[in-house]
């Protein structure tokens, strides 16, 4: 190839990549598909709760209309 070599991946770093990334496309992990706009699907939340639970981080109204906040 002609041009600026660091335009290109190496092949030992590509190699690499695949050794790490093959196994997992190989493993046939299920796709959920969920609502946009949710925290994902339910069938993966009942297996990744953590202790305590989930805490939804939604801000007040005027944060997610983008109005500026006031300090006092």
Partial sequence: MAGNATLFAR??????AWRIVDPVLKAG????EYEPGSWG???VEER?????GWH????????ATGAAMQVA
């Fill in 11 to 16: 092949e030992d770093y590509i190699e690499e």
């Fill in 29 to 32: 992990t299920p796709v959920y």
């Fill in 41 to 43: 699907p339910g069938a």
């Fill in 48 to 52: 990744l709760v953590p202790p305590g």
């Fill in 56 to 63: 939804n981080p939604v801000l007040g109204p005027t944060a």
